[in-house]
């Protein structure tokens, strides 16, 4: 088995540059990296997980924590793409991830407890409601941390930009003619709930639109369900609207499910648009009109902001917002 000595001796590099490289310390040259990088794939090096503990005085652990209503933690595609992307980009510098308990042994636990009882090097966040007491008490210890999806004072933080998403959606919708535009709102216990709607409430006054108060349902958690129970409302009014915004795809597609019981047709009597872009929407019928989250880019983003004050052993306070774009398929049409 390859040592560290060994890869020292095939890079020409010291012994100390060397572990400066695999511990991703930052005052080694692009030319050195890629050197004893490559040479530890070709001798197929893989260091003690115990003698690293020793050397670098790091666990060698993230821990990760969804809080959300809606119990479906990495089950929703939106949540799982984020996560593989964060973990895709921390893995190659050789971190593993703890996905948190509150309990140790039979004994009730915060994850903050959890995650000092296990050593973490640093916590991602996933996580959308608003002023949730576990998340604060995360963010304000001194472990390094990033949140996901949910904008935060207390510690690094990468989310969407929700309102301009918002935005695109309505001014596509009025693009195509539509003035009669209603939206399926997330639960405004939740962060992207409240910055959709903001969104969508200030691209109607920008545009001089006027629009009921009932063509604003709660869709709820962003559920397939709620979607479902928002548009049975919406058809429930007596003047209907020509266009639907929903805050999530699930949503969306929940909705369409609904009009098409109530032997509707979309696009033909409502024009969808939702929001996320998860991968299942590209091969519905139709194809769905959406709004795309970068999670490559949200996912990488919050991993560069962890692993920087995991490395200068420093906590930030940064917020990052993500670009979003408008995904046009198959479930609008011009009015």
Not at 90 to 98: A, H, I, M, N, Q
Request: neutral net charge.
């Amino acid at each position: 088995m390859a040592t560290i000595y060994d890869i020292a001796k095939k890079t020409g590099y010291s012994i100390t540059t060397v572990s400066k490289v695999l511990n991703n310390y930052t005052d080694v040259s692009d030319k050195a990296r890629k050197k004893v990088m490559d040479a530890v794939t070709e001798m197929g090096y893989f260091p003690s997980s115990s003698a690293r503990m020793l050397t670098t005085k790091k666990s060698w652990t993230i821990g990760v924590v969804f809080v959300e209503k809606a119990g479906v933690g990495m089950e929703h595609p939106f949540f799982s793409s984020v996560i593989e992307n964060f973990k895709k980009n921390v893995e190659r510098f050789g971190y593993d991830l703890l996905f948190a308990s509150n309990q140790i042994g039979n004994e009730a636990k915060t994850y903050l407890e959890h995650f000092r009882y296990r050593g973490v090097d640093g916590i991602v966040v996933v996580c959308s409601l608003l002023n949730d007491p576990e998340v604060e008490k995360l963010m304000k210890a001194d472990i390094p941390s990033v949140v996901i999806d949910l904008d935060s004072k207390g510690s690094s933080a990468v989310y969407s930009d929700n309102e301009y998403g918002s935005e695109l959606a309505v001014d596509y919708l009025v693009s195509l003619g539509h003035r009669s535009i209603a939206h399926i709102s997330g639960d405004q216990g939740l962060f992207v709930g409240v910055q959709r709607l903001k969104g969508f409430k200030d691209a109607i006054q920008k545009l001089n639109l006027s629009i009921s108060d009932e063509f604003i349902v709660d869709g709820g958690f962003f559920t397939y369900e709620g979607g479902q129970r928002a548009m049975e409302a919406l058809l429930r009014n007596r003047v209907r609207p020509t266009a639907v915004y929903a805050a999530g795809d699930l949503m969306a597609l929940g909705a369409i499910d609904t009009i098409r019981k109530h032997g509707l047709s979309v696009p033909e009597d409502f024009s969808i648009v939702g929001f996320d872009d998860i991968q299942m929407i590209r091969y519905t019928a139709p194809a769905l009109t959406t709004i795309r989250q970068n999670t490559d880019l949200i996912g990488k983003t919050a991993a560069n902001l962890l692993l920087d004050q995991i490395n200068e052993n420093e906590k930030q306070s940064l917020s990052v917002k993500i670009p979003v774009t408008l995904i046009e398929r198959d479930s609008c049409r011009k009015i």
